[in-house]
């Protein structure tokens, strides 16, 4: 339950104590059959990263941005001076405080 | 009743027989005699049919000047998380509703560019976490074969515009068989290329290493001319491969003779439904009598493959999903400060199943967790791909499997999630380990279509086409009896 | 307690530092998409479907961002890896769009180097490794005070590339970290892949800072330290919270792991209200971008192409013109100075005065004005040609700075200023005794002092003729004039 409720606010998910309770039980029973794969032998496998990708193909250093065919205001949700506003933060001092 | 062939449309309108206008009032006509509306199939999220009409309508005028393009006039229906730039660009979510994207996938431009008009958005898995199309905040969209039975998911709309007959050509997407087990659920063809063959600049992630656009044809060809007009490198896509793209539509006329198809022996298991696998044995027997070689193969690591999907896919996605928060787009709850907000928003605009993926992305990679699950999964993928690596180096072309285990089943059927992603256990292999695979309709069980699948080694789609035209050729209406 | 209470407390217990530095590469666009990646344009103004992480929207890596931070990591005397990943950081705040920073985690793009920040008294070199450089994204800004009750975000910075420069915990003061620091700078403005301003934010530094007692080998618990936007505020930063955590551990207590907030104004460190449990930031490969494979032949043409570094300009200077250790050390502060430098004293052909000039002159009117030596407006081929005008005797010193200040003013070349204005040297013997005359006229009681052998009031009067010749008298000649005239 801890656990859920840690992982609910990494994810920034509100959930109700009901909620909660039975995501706890889906989890587990979800994890239960993903204890399969502890059973494998990978010693010395590779991850699979990149599959079937040739290298990481560059870009040169020039615009022109890709552009957008309607400006922010058609989509943003509140905007003021070309600002995208949200709540204040209560404390602001550093980028994971939020 | 199936829509007119693209390829035929297409000619029409070149030589103009009939104008684009007329297919598009063809396509909007279907889509209401087979009831594809909310309270009917519910096969669209967003329709625009006065847009529709105006595409069209250029179409008609830019017809003198320039070649013909391989989709000209073909209404094409696109599953609704890919961006487009008139009709809102969805997910199936709440949490993008009314969200109209201020840029096109290019996978849209590339249908525009050959002439293709853009039909509808489709019905579709909120973001894609599905595969029953129940899961949508605009409603569970219905099997036109079988109206009381899911489409298969999450591409449902996509399979259900083309089993109407509404459309010939549907893009949908794949992630773990999003794409195949719908084509299979409606008796029509899926395909999902190669890992890299499509761009997916403008599809909206779910798990950016195994999603891919995907293409539903009424037959192969409509496929096939859908994925050749798609397919081909973008720049704006690191992933995408700068692999020249052959035309699909020459493998029609190629032979099966000398081509030799494997039968992994896991896809076979004793468990599988006894109809279905005689389905797929019958369609086996088709291609030994064209000529090809049959071979039994063992893809050892194939039982592994939905733990490994369920880890990898929803640990991509919880990553994906941050970007909804709220503040630049899409649903904004308000809520008590700026934590109030994200949390407000993203538990008011995601749906119950998303949530889940989230969450149980979220703890497989989390402190203490990572090794055990996302890294061990990514070591056991590597195992998948490499079964695929070893049985096609060892001579075989083509891998045929049945699509799913079972045919479309009732809606409601499937409660418990677990037992929805085993739907996947046959499909999800191709994407773990990037090679291309589709579905194509091998006859009806119970009344309901049962799909067989190919897969063939990385960017060798022409031979999946090979064995495909082949295959349905030589079925002919029983294919769909 | 005070300070200077706990100092002989301070001096049982040893500070251990390690520094992370964020530095922001100098690229026209941003890293992972076509978006200016220049400072100033309206908000939002330099935005994409990239860098608004609008859904659908994918990144693909500037070349030129690979090849800075390559040169960068190269100049730190590094290993750049032939195959480093990416990987998503995974954290929610309001200008990271995607909810994710792209960044380098368990294969960056370097590892292993060192640089020197100076010598240890008995002359060994004081070596602070450098853990690894890695590349990732920048976030946008949130902007707090520009209107009531909500936050500003604007995302122009949101995407630009930088690169985190990770040192080992070798500094064992306040001061190391300082040197550590400059010398740093120095090393990537002679690279030229940053800005490198702490002020203008293209350089940020964070601090890991624990205590132990003298002698003990094990490292104590750290905080890091962050908010600090001067080498000078690291440095006291620094001082302060190791002040804080002996005045801890002398007490019995633990240091708890944690980040501290420096408030420059306060001259304090406050706790930063995050719990160090709640960071989770959920590293993983960043599956929408391939591993980076450099070949090995692009990264050796990048070592190849690296300009002469500090250390070798140093002492290049040194044994090439002959200058003193500070001249040495100033004229290769920088690398636009040693450039300024250099072509003036390879113009001119004496070193010296050169030296003399550049940091006396030169260096003085860009520190009043606050430019760039790059954008200064007597360039070094001008200066050149001022120098020869004075070592040729054409202009005399005095009159060398007053053409200079013209030079500064118009940006004419100093010849024509020389003759424009009459400054050209006067050593014409007629015109030197009528001056002489005025001033003995005007001074009367000084001369006759003179001639009474107050030989010291010699400068006051030489000073009253080269004022009056507006610094044109050759003052050799007027020296034997006024000999000559007053003391026979």
């Keep these: 339950m801890n656990d859920v409720r840690h992982i609910a606010t990494l994810a920034r998910l509100g959930l109700t104590d009901v909620r909660a309770a039975a995501i706890v039980d889906e989890l587990n029973i979800i994890l239960g059959h993903m204890d399969e794969l502890s059973k494998v032998d990978t010693a010395g496998v590779q991850e699979a990263i990149g599959v079937g990708a040739q290298g990481l193909p560059v870009r040169t250093d020039s615009g022109p941005p890709f552009p957008l065919e309607r400006s922010m205001d058609s989509f943003a949700p509140s905007l003021r001076d070309g600002f995208l506003l949200v709540p204040r933060l209560s404390t602001h001092e550093s980028s994971e405080e939020a | 009743m199936t829509a007119r062939s693209s390829a035929l449309v297409r000619d029409d309108v070149a030589a103009g027989r009939v104008t684009a206008a007329s297919t598009v009032d063809a396509a909007i006509a279907r889509a209401k005699e087979v009831h594809a509306g909310r309270d009917g199939l519910n096969v669209f999220a967003w329709t625009d049919d006065a847009d529709a009409r105006a595409q069209a309508a250029a179409i008609t005028t830019r017809l003198a000047d320039t070649t013909p393009g391989q989709l000209l006039g073909v209404p094409v229906a696109v599953k ?9 660009t969805t997910c199936g979510s709440r ?46 969209t219905r099997n036109p074969v079988a109206p009381d039975r899911v489409p298969g998911g999450s591409s449902g709309g996509s399979a259900a515009a083309v089993a109407s007959g509404i459309v010939s050509i549907a893009l949908g997407s794949e992630t773990g068989g999003s794409v195949r087990q719908p084509a299979s659920f409606c008796g029509i063809v899926g395909v999902k290329p190669t890992y890299g063959r499509v761009s997916r600049f403008g599809l909206v992630a779910f798990a950016s290493s195994l999603d891919q656009v995907g293409v539903f044809g009424a037959t192969v060809a409509d496929a096939a001319r859908g994925l050749g007009v798609i397919a081909g490198h973008d720049p704006m896509d690191s992933t995408s491969a700068a692999i020249p793209v052959p035309d699909y539509l020459d493998s029609a006329n190629a032979d099966v003779k000398g081509l030799v198809i494997g039968l992994p022996k896991e896809y076979f298991p004793t468990s ?43 640990a991509e996605a919880s990553s994906n999903l941050a970007r909804f928060d709220g503040v630049r787009y899409g649903l904004r709850v308000e809520g008590d400060g700026l934590r109030g907000m994200y949390e407000a928003t993203r538990s008011g605009g995601f749906g119950p199943e998303v949530t889940r993926r989230i969450l149980l992305g979220t703890y497989v990679l989390s402190a203490g967790y990572y090794d055990a699950y996302y890294r061990k999964a990514q070591q056991v993928r590597t195992l ?54 589709m579905s194509v309709p091998i006859g009806r069980v119970g009344g309901l279509p049962v799909g067989g699948q190919f897969l063939a080694s990385h960017f060798d789609e022409t031979r999946m086409f090979t064995a495909a035209f082949a295959l349905e050729r030589a079925m002919g209406a029983e294919a769909h009896a | 307690m005070s300070s200077s209470a706990i100092t002989p407390l ?55 961002a690979v090849g ?50 100076g010598a240890r008294a008995e002359g060994s070199p004081i070596r602070i490794g450098i853990t690894r450089v890695h590349m990732e994204e920048d976030a946008g800004k949130s902007v707090h005070d520009r209107f009531p009750s909500v936050s500003a975000i604007d995302l122009n910075r949101s995407g630009v590339p930088l690169i985190e420069i990770v040192s080992e915990p070798d500094m064992r003061s306040a001061e190391q970290a300082g040197a550590y620091l400059r010398v740093l700078k120095q090393i990537l403005e002679y690279v030229d892949v940053s800005d490198v301003s702490m002020e203008e934010g293209s350089l940020r530094v964070d601090a890991n800072v624990s205590a132990r007692r003298r002698g003990e080998t094990k490292l104590g618990t750290k905080t890091e330290v962050k908010n600090m936007n001067s080498f000078s505020g690291v440095e006291r930063a620094l001082e302060v919270e190791f002040a804080r955590q002996v005045g801890v551990l002398a007490a019995g207590g633990t ?21 160090e449990g709640s960071h989770d930031y959920r590293y993983f490969p960043e599956p929408d971008l391939p591993p980076l494979v450099l070949a090995t032949d692009w990264i050796a043409k990048v070592r190849h192409d690296l300009p002469e570094l500090p250390a070798a300009r ?42 003399n000039w550049v940091m006396g002159e030169v260096l003085a009117t860009l520190k009043t004005s606050g430019d760039d030596i790059a954008r200064f407006r007597v360039r070094p081929a001008d200066l050149a040609s001022l120098l020869n005008l004075v070592k040729d005797g054409v202009v005399s010193h005095t009159a060398a700075k007053q053409i200079f200040a013209r030079m500064l003013a118009t940006g004419d070349p100093p010849a024509q200023i020389a003759e424009r204005d009459g400054l050209v040297k006067v050593d014409d013997d007629g015109q030197l005794a009528a001056w002489l005359d005025e001033v003995i006229a005007e001074n009367p009681a000084e001369a006759e002092r003179y001639r009474n052998g107050e030989k010291k009031l010699q400068g006051v009067l030489i000073g009253a003729v080269m004022k009056k010749s507006k610094g044109r008298a050759d003052p050799k000649k007027l020296n034997q004039l006024l000999t000559s005239r007053l003391t026979s």
């Design chain 3, 255 to 275: 240091v708890e792991q944690q980040t501290m907030l420096w408030d420059g104004n306060a001259g304090q460190v406050r706790p930063s209200r995050t719990k």
């Design chain 2, 384 to 437: 998948i791909a490499d079964d695929f690596r070893r049985v096609f180096e060892s001579g075989v072309h083509v891998l045929f499997t049945p699509t799913a285990p079972t045919t479309a089943f009732p809606i409601g059927a499937i409660s418990d999630p677990y037992e929805m992603y085993l739907s996947d256990i046959f499909t999800a292999t191709a994407n773990l380990a990037g090679v291309p695979a």
């Design chain 3, 10 to 64: 301070l001096e049982r217990w040893e500070m251990v530092v390690g520094l992370e530095v964020h530095v922001q590469l100098k690229t026209r666009t941003k890293a992972f998409c076509g978006c200016s990646a220049e400072y100033g344009a309206s908000p939002n103004a330099n935005t994409c479907p990239v860098c608004l992480a609008l859904p659908g929207a994918l990144p693909v890596l500037n070349e030129h």
């Design chain 2, 95 to 140: 949490i993008l509703d009314g969200y109209v994207s201020p840029y096109q996938a290019t996978v849209v431009k590339r249908l525009r560019d050959a002439g293709a008009v853009i039909f509808g958005k489709t019905n579709m898995d909120e973001f894609a976490m599905g595969s029953s199309t129940e899961h949508s905040a605009y409603g569970p």
């Design chain 2, 80 to 88: 609704d998380n890919i961006a487009t730039l008139t009709m809102p």
């Design chain 3, 314 to 355: 140093r002492s290049r200077f040194a044994d090439e013109y002959k200058i003193g250790e500070y001249d040495v050390e100033v004229l290769t502060s920088n690398p636009r100075i040693a450039d300024y430098y250099e072509s003036v004293a390879r113009s001119h052909g004496d070193p010296k005065a050169a030296a």
């Design chain 2, 272 to 314: 599988l439904d006894p109809a279905i696998r005689a389905r797929c044995d019958a369609a086996v027997e088709r291609l030994r009598s064209l000529g090809a070689t049959i071979r039994d193969v063992s893809l050892p690591h194939t039982d592994l493959a939905i733990p490994v999907y369920y880890i990898v896919a929803p």
């Design chain 3, 68 to 117: 800075l931070a390559a040169r960068a990591a190269l100049a730190l005397n590094c290993d750049v890896q032939p195959v480093s990943i990416f990987a998503r950081k995974n954290y929610f705040y309001p200008d990271l769009p995607k909810g994710y920073q792209i960044s380098q985690f368990d294969k960056p793009l370097a590892l292993g180097g060192w640089i020197e920040i």
